[in-house]
Nanobody
Framework: QVQLVESGGGLVQPGGSLRLSCVAS????????MGWYRQAPGQERELVVF???????NYADSVKGRFTISRDNVKNSVYLQMNSLKAEDTAVYYC???????????WGQGTQVTVSS
């Protein structure tokens, strides 16, 4: 059974930082591309960033220079360091695992990030 469990969300003031974590089980983690997505109220889910099994990354323009993704294949975990947070970063953040051939996709349950003063 595949499980992705996110944690680390919360309420933070504009300009603040948060670090999200996602722990995966039931997959050969090192072979999967791991991604962070977010969905704000009334909006479609959008890609924030992904990191491939080889470590290459792709960031949405809106978060470049502020967010950093990393992975630990020993701990089966992927992280999202979010700095200089803005109100428009408020959303539910989801972790996604994609198999090497794209045939299998798994989602976490999401973690709420709220940026507000």
């Amino acid at each position: 059974q595949v499980q992705l469990v996110e944690s680390g969300g919360g309420l933070v003031q504009p300009g603040g930082s948060l670090r999200l974590s996602c722990v995966a089980s039931g997959i050969i983690f090192a072979t999967y591309t791991m991604g962070w997505y977010r969905q704000a109220p009334g909006q479609e889910r959008e890609l924030v960033v992904f990191i491939s099994s080889s470590g290459s990354t792709n960031y949405a323009d809106s978060v470049k220079g502020r967010f950093t993704i990393s992975r630990d294949n020993v701990k089966n975990s992927v992280y999202l360091q979010m700095n200089s947070l803005k109100a428009e970063d408020t959303a539910v953040y989801y972790c996604k695992a994609t198999s090497i051939n794209g045939a299998r996709n798994y989602w976490g349950q999401g973690t709420q990030v709220t940026v507000s003063s």
